[in-house]
Protein backbone atom coordinates (compact mmCIF):
# COMPACT_ATOMS: atom_id res chain seq x y z
CA UNK A 1 0.00 0.00 0.00
CA UNK A 2 1.37 3.67 -0.62
CA UNK A 3 1.33 6.27 1.14
CA UNK A 4 -1.60 8.11 -0.45
CA UNK A 5 -3.68 5.19 -0.10
CA UNK A 6 -2.91 4.90 3.86
CA UNK A 7 -3.61 8.41 3.60
CA UNK A 8 -6.60 7.94 2.32
CA UNK A 9 -7.81 4.99 4.35
CA UNK A 10 -6.71 6.80 7.92
CA UNK A 11 -8.49 10.08 6.69
CA UNK A 12 -11.55 8.40 5.90
CA UNK A 13 -11.58 5.98 9.12
CA UNK A 14 -10.95 9.34 11.18
CA UNK A 15 -13.64 10.69 9.51
CA UNK A 16 -16.04 7.99 9.95
CA UNK A 17 -14.91 8.04 13.72
CA UNK A 18 -15.40 12.15 14.09
CA UNK A 19 -19.06 11.20 12.50
CA UNK A 20 -19.98 8.65 14.59
CA UNK A 21 -18.43 10.67 17.73
CA UNK A 22 -20.13 13.87 16.07
CA UNK A 23 -23.22 12.05 15.60
CA UNK A 24 -23.13 10.50 19.28
CA UNK A 25 -22.77 14.45 20.66
CA UNK A 26 -25.58 15.57 18.26
CA UNK A 27 -27.79 12.69 19.43
CA UNK A 28 -26.98 13.21 23.29
CA UNK A 29 -27.27 17.41 22.67
CA UNK A 30 -30.57 16.35 21.00
CA UNK A 31 -31.72 14.10 23.74
CA UNK A 32 -30.74 17.02 26.52
CA UNK A 33 -32.45 19.79 24.37
CA UNK A 34 -35.68 17.62 24.32
CA UNK A 35 -35.74 16.89 27.92
CA UNK A 36 -34.81 20.27 29.18
CA UNK A 37 -37.51 21.68 26.40
CA UNK A 38 -40.14 19.04 27.95
CA UNK A 39 -38.87 20.50 31.55
CA UNK A 40 -39.57 24.08 30.21
CA UNK A 41 -42.80 22.69 28.54
CA UNK A 42 -43.91 20.87 32.09
CA UNK A 43 -42.85 24.26 33.81
CA UNK A 44 -44.68 27.11 31.94
CA UNK A 45 -47.61 24.41 32.05
CA UNK A 46 -47.10 24.80 35.88
CA UNK A 47 -47.04 28.11 36.08
CA UNK A 48 -49.71 28.62 33.87
CA UNK A 49 -52.21 25.79 35.78
CA UNK A 50 -51.63 27.89 38.79
CA UNK A 51 -51.93 31.31 37.31
CA UNK A 52 -55.15 29.57 36.14
CA UNK A 53 -55.95 28.78 39.70
CA UNK A 54 -55.14 31.85 41.33
CA UNK A 55 -56.91 33.82 38.29
CA UNK A 56 -59.93 31.81 38.95
CA UNK A 57 -59.80 32.30 42.74
CA UNK A 58 -59.48 35.57 42.44
CA UNK A 59 -62.96 35.86 40.21
CA UNK A 60 -64.73 32.78 42.03
CA UNK A 61 -64.07 35.21 45.62
CA UNK A 62 -65.06 38.71 43.27
CA UNK A 63 -68.07 36.48 42.52
CA UNK A 64 -68.61 35.18 45.78
CA UNK A 65 -68.38 39.15 47.16
CA UNK A 66 -71.04 40.58 44.66
CA UNK A 67 -73.16 38.32 45.47
CA UNK A 68 -72.65 38.72 49.04
CA UNK A 69 -73.04 42.77 48.82
CA UNK A 70 -76.48 41.37 46.78
CA UNK A 71 -77.30 39.44 49.31
CA UNK A 72 -77.30 42.12 51.85
CA UNK A 73 -78.63 44.38 50.11
CA UNK A 74 -82.44 42.34 49.34
CA UNK A 75 -82.04 41.57 52.88
CA UNK A 76 -81.53 45.41 53.54
CA UNK A 77 -84.81 46.76 51.73
CA UNK A 78 -86.31 43.71 53.22
CA UNK A 79 -85.81 44.72 56.37
CA UNK A 80 -86.72 48.12 55.38
CA UNK A 81 -89.64 46.71 53.59
CA UNK A 82 -90.81 44.87 56.78
CA UNK A 83 -89.86 47.53 58.93
CA UNK A 84 -92.17 50.21 56.81
CA UNK A 85 -95.21 46.89 56.73
CA UNK A 86 -94.85 46.54 60.55
CA UNK A 87 -95.35 50.42 60.99
CA UNK A 88 -98.52 50.46 59.14
CA UNK A 89 -99.53 47.69 60.77
CA UNK A 90 -98.94 49.12 64.10
CA UNK A 91 -100.42 52.75 62.99
CA UNK A 92 -103.19 51.01 62.39
CA UNK A 93 -103.58 48.62 65.92
CA UNK A 94 -102.65 51.72 67.43
CA UNK A 95 -105.72 53.90 65.80
CA UNK A 96 -108.26 50.96 66.54
CA UNK A 97 -107.14 51.13 70.18
CA UNK A 98 -107.38 54.82 70.64
CA UNK A 99 -111.07 54.13 69.15
CA UNK A 100 -111.62 51.22 71.40
CA UNK A 101 -110.44 53.68 74.22
CA UNK A 102 -113.37 56.20 73.54
CA UNK A 103 -116.04 53.17 73.13
CA UNK A 104 -118.41 51.67 76.22
CA UNK A 105 -116.51 48.40 75.73
CA UNK A 106 -112.97 50.26 76.95
CA UNK A 107 -114.45 51.08 80.38
CA UNK A 108 -116.13 47.67 80.66
CA UNK A 109 -112.37 46.18 79.95
CA UNK A 110 -111.04 48.78 82.43
CA UNK A 111 -113.51 47.15 84.96
CA UNK A 112 -112.34 43.40 84.32
CA UNK A 113 -108.68 44.50 84.81
CA UNK A 114 -109.18 46.43 88.12
CA UNK A 115 -111.07 43.34 89.55
CA UNK A 116 -108.08 41.06 88.59
CA UNK A 117 -105.82 43.18 90.08
CA UNK A 118 -108.03 42.98 93.08
CA UNK A 119 -108.26 39.31 92.86
CA UNK A 120 -104.31 39.07 92.75
CA UNK A 121 -103.77 41.21 95.42
CA UNK A 122 -106.62 39.40 97.81
CA UNK A 123 -106.36 41.20 101.18
CA UNK A 124 -103.14 43.40 100.21
CA UNK A 125 -103.05 46.89 99.85
CA UNK A 126 -103.29 47.56 95.24
CA UNK A 127 -102.29 51.15 94.25
CA UNK A 128 -104.42 50.52 91.01
CA UNK A 129 -103.54 53.70 88.28
CA UNK A 130 -105.49 55.05 85.21
CA UNK A 131 -103.55 56.48 82.45
CA UNK A 132 -103.89 60.41 82.13
CA UNK A 133 -106.11 59.54 79.22
CA UNK A 134 -108.65 57.82 81.54
CA UNK A 135 -108.89 60.58 84.22
CA UNK A 136 -112.10 61.32 83.39
CA UNK A 137 -113.68 57.70 83.92
CA UNK A 138 -112.25 57.40 87.36
CA UNK A 139 -115.19 58.45 89.34
CA UNK A 140 -117.54 56.06 87.15
CA UNK A 141 -115.13 53.33 87.13
CA UNK A 142 -114.04 53.93 91.65
CA UNK A 143 -118.14 53.31 91.94
CA UNK A 144 -118.28 50.34 89.57
CA UNK A 145 -115.58 48.35 91.10
CA UNK A 146 -115.46 49.93 94.58
CA UNK A 147 -111.67 50.85 94.29
CA UNK A 148 -109.79 53.80 94.87
CA UNK A 149 -107.82 54.47 91.68
CA UNK A 150 -104.77 56.99 91.24
CA UNK A 151 -104.80 58.78 87.78
CA UNK A 152 -100.77 58.09 86.66
CA UNK A 153 -98.38 61.24 86.22
CA UNK A 154 -97.41 59.91 82.80
CA UNK A 155 -99.93 58.44 79.79
CA UNK A 156 -99.58 54.76 79.18
CA UNK A 157 -101.90 54.61 76.15
CA UNK A 158 -104.93 53.05 78.15
CA UNK A 159 -105.35 49.77 80.69
CA UNK A 160 -104.04 49.63 84.36
CA UNK A 161 -100.88 49.70 86.27
CA UNK A 162 -101.15 48.52 89.37
CA UNK A 163 -98.44 48.35 92.10
CA UNK A 164 -99.14 45.79 95.53
CA UNK A 165 -96.32 46.55 97.51
CA UNK A 166 -96.62 43.92 100.16
CA UNK A 167 -96.00 41.57 98.19
CA UNK A 168 -93.55 43.54 95.75
CA UNK A 169 -95.50 42.85 92.34
CA UNK A 170 -96.40 45.72 89.72
CA UNK A 171 -98.59 44.57 87.06
CA UNK A 172 -98.77 46.11 84.08
CA UNK A 173 -102.22 45.69 81.25
CA UNK A 174 -101.13 49.19 79.63
CA UNK A 175 -101.91 49.37 76.22
CA UNK A 176 -98.12 50.91 75.59
CA UNK A 177 -96.59 47.89 77.32
CA UNK A 178 -98.01 45.14 75.62
CA UNK A 179 -98.34 47.15 71.58
CA UNK A 180 -94.33 47.56 72.53
CA UNK A 181 -94.13 43.85 73.55
CA UNK A 182 -96.04 42.88 70.26
CA UNK A 183 -93.86 45.01 67.95
CA UNK A 184 -90.98 43.47 69.48
CA UNK A 185 -92.13 39.94 69.26
CA UNK A 186 -93.82 40.74 65.61
CA UNK A 187 -91.93 38.82 62.62
CA UNK A 188 -93.10 38.62 59.19
Known amino acids: MEMREKMNLFY ?13 ILREHTATMERLFGEYKKNK ?57 GSKEYEHYLEIKIEQAKCFA ?13 ADLRQALEQKTGCRLLVSEEDFGGGIRAVIRRRNVMMDESFETRLRQEKDAYTF
Not at 122 to 134: G, H, N, T, V
Open 12 to 24: ESAIEVANQQSME
Open 45 to 101: QDEMDMRYQIEEGKQRREQNRRISEAQTEHKRQLSLHQQEKREALFAVVSRKLAAFC
Open 122 to 134: KDSEAEIYLSRQD
